[in-house]
């Protein structure tokens, strides 16, 4: 396969994900979009087999995590402003009580494993692997998770009734 034909499968493949997975971590489009970049420029000039579709899929999410993590931690960012804090009027946002609203307000750590074990279908050992943590990690993620968006939206938790 040329390097055109590489280029289109992995944007039709994998284009997607990554863009889903690093928006749930960065909470910015434009940002999610150069994780992308990143990530098809790194596997088209830095070729690799895999043993299977789900191998080459997890590798290229977990790529698009590493990436995603870099950024946040990287002191630039940290120095930064968005631009919305610069604009005279905000951006109208997401109704009150809006399951988006509630997962986008989490931490990242808890939106990806959200995201991956929700959106994507992953089982917690395949996401622990995807991230590069420990499945119990994955799983108390999780949990918490679910804690938090119980109680943003206005959840009643089944198993304290008395």
């Known amino acids: 396969m040329n390097l055109n034909q590489r280029a289109e499968y992995l944007a039709q493949t994998y284009a997607d994900a990554i863009l889903r997975l690093s928006y749930t971590y960065l909470k910015n489009t434009q940002d999610a979009q150069d994780i992308c970049q990143t ?24 790529m698009a995590a590493n990436a995603c993590k870099d950024i946040l931690k990287s002191p630039w960012r940290k120095k ?16 009150d009580g809006s399951l988006l609203a509630a997962v986008n307000s989490l931490p990242p750590h808890y939106r ?11 089982q917690a050992a395949e996401i622990g692997t995807i991230l590069g ?18 109680e943003l939206l206005g959840g009643t938790d089944d198993e304290q009734t008395v």
């Open 133 to 150: 943590v420990p499945t119990a990690t994955v799983h108390t993620r999780l949990a918490r998770g679910r804690a938090k968006l119980r």
């Open 39 to 62: 990530v098809f420029v790194k596997l088209l000039t830095e070729p690799r087999a895999f043993e299977s579709p789900a191998h080459e899929r997890a590798y290229v999410l977990r």
């Open 80 to 95: 930064t402003c968005g631009l919305e804090t610069c604009m005279e009027l905000p951006a109208p946002e997401e109704a």
């Open 112 to 122: 990806a494993v959200i995201y991956l074990y929700y959106y994507e279908g992953y």
